[in-house]
């Protein structure tokens, strides 16, 4: 039974984690060694860290783990690539190797236990399986209510995402495949995987605070995420700016006629007023325009150089031989 179980690769992000790294490992073990006696997983099935160039001793907390625990290995990348790249790293290497593999927040933000219940969703057939949050009563109460509105939002501009889920989730070993072809630059993951179409299904748990340590998402990079899912997926933005501009060009003629008359039937006015707020609105509204605009043509302009999106510098899991050289 069990050479015919999967092998899994738990994919795990990480950016500065040390205060909690050491809890993570002994949890996701634990987890990992119950699977493996419980034949659901194969025996030779990693924790796969994925060091985001980190710069306080997450890489050599990972690396001297994984001599001493069979369990436990890693990639090192060359620098910080952000949460998603280094996401993508992690499945890229995992699927060499793995029948599936379940990506998790290093900060033990997400219910280790349901890892179980994605395994045996997996045994059942599905390709994916999306986690997602019961309840989110840890986040502050302005990360609940800018998620809210931007999956609102998300869904009025046409764009499938699974609602309350974050980057925990299963991905089989075909769908690991096929995201490896999509090759565009501004990688959200939320949004593409929902495309690859698999059989999928979710499984629900309750989000806890961070064990340790402090978010490694800001305002201003929640923000940039936001903007990014948007116009990564949705023309809408433009498409709204054109309706706007036509609007705008009717309630013109109007109001030009409406002038005109006004001065030929000699009722002259200071028009001062009108004259300004016409200058500001039609001013706002242009740049508004034109700064949407400049996202797209930025975005163009990222996903032509074709960029790599990612440099591995140590890879333990398709080279474990590296072995004590690379603490
Ligand atoms: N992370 C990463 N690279 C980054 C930022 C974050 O790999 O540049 C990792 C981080 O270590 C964590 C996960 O991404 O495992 C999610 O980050 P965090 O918990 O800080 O985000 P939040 O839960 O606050 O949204
Ligand atoms: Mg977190």
Redesign the pocket.
């Known amino acids: 039974m069990e050479n015919n179980s999967p092998l899994l690769a738990i994919v795990?992000?990480?950016?500065n984690?040390e205060e909690v790294l050491p809890e993570t490992i002994k949890q996701l073990s634990c987890c990992l060694n119950d699977l493996v006696n419980d034949q659901l997983i194969h025996m030779d099935s990693k924790i796969l860290f994925v060091d985001?160039g980190s710069r306080d001793h997450t890489w050599s907390i990972i690396a001297r783990e994984s001599i001493r625990n069979p369990l436990v290995t890693g990639i090192k990348l060359t620098r910080?690539v952000?949460?998603q790249n280094?996401l993508l790293a992690g499945y890229l290497v995992a699927k060499e190797k793995c029948d599936c593999a379940i990506s998790i927040?290093?900060?033990l933000?997400d219910d280790i236990s349901v890892i179980r219940n994605f395994i045996e969703k997996y045994h059942q057939g599905y390709e994916i399986v999306y986690g997602v949050r019961d309840s989110r009563e840890t986040d502050t109460w302005f990360k609940r209510t800018t998620a809210l509105s931007f999956y609102r939002l998300m869904k009025k501009m046409g764009i499938h995402l699974v609602h309350n889920h974050a980057d925990f989730r299963l991905l089989g070993k075909r769908a690991l495949e096929e995201l490896a072809k999509y090759e565009e630059n501004n990688l959200f993951l939320r949004g593409i995987i929902p495309l690859l179409g698999f059989k999928a299904t979710e499984v629900y748990y309750d989000r806890k605070e961070?064990f340790a340590g402090k978010?490694?998402?800001p305002l201003k990079k929640m923000l940039s995420f936001a903007i990014n899912g948007i116009t990564s997926f949705s023309m809408i933005p433009i498409r709204i700016i054109t309706f706007l501009g036509f609007v705008l060009f009717f309630i013109s003629i109007f109001a030009g006629s409406y002038a005109l008359i006004q001065k030929v039937l000699g009722f002259t006015s200071a028009g001062w007023t009108s004259l300004m707020i016409s200058i500001w609105f039609i001013g706002g509204l242009q740049l508004v325009a034109i700064g949407i605009i400049g996202e797209y043509i930025g975005k163009i302009f990222m996903e032509v150089k074709k960029r790599p999106k990612f440099a591995i510098d140590i890879d333990l899991y398709t080279k474990p031989m590296l072995g004590e050289q690379s603490i």
């Open positions: 795990v992000p990480c950016y984690e985001d910080n952000g949460h280094a927040d290093c900060d933000q961070r978010t490694k998402y």
